[in-house]
């Protein structure tokens, strides 16, 4: 998969697994790691993208 995915996706895979690490350190369940993973994931593939958008507009 990683092959395949743009920069934006593994920058974002990147920081997932540093923050999936952190949130197992701190003791949270798989399902509470999942939810918000997925939520952080969701925010930085969104930031990522406006800010890209914002560049090739201007």
Do not use: C, F, P, W
Not at 38 to 45: D, G, L, V, Y
Not at 48 to 58: F, M, P, S, V, Y
């Amino acid at each position: 998969m990683r092959d395949h995915a743009t920069l934006e996706q593994l920058l974002v895979l990147a920081n997932l697994e540093n923050m999936n690490s952190e949130l197992i350190h701190m003791g949270l369940q798989q399902s509470d790691r999942i939810k918000r993973l997925n939520a952080i994931a969701i925010r930085q593939i969104q930031t990522l993208t406006a800010k890209a958008a914002k560049q090739l507009e201007g």
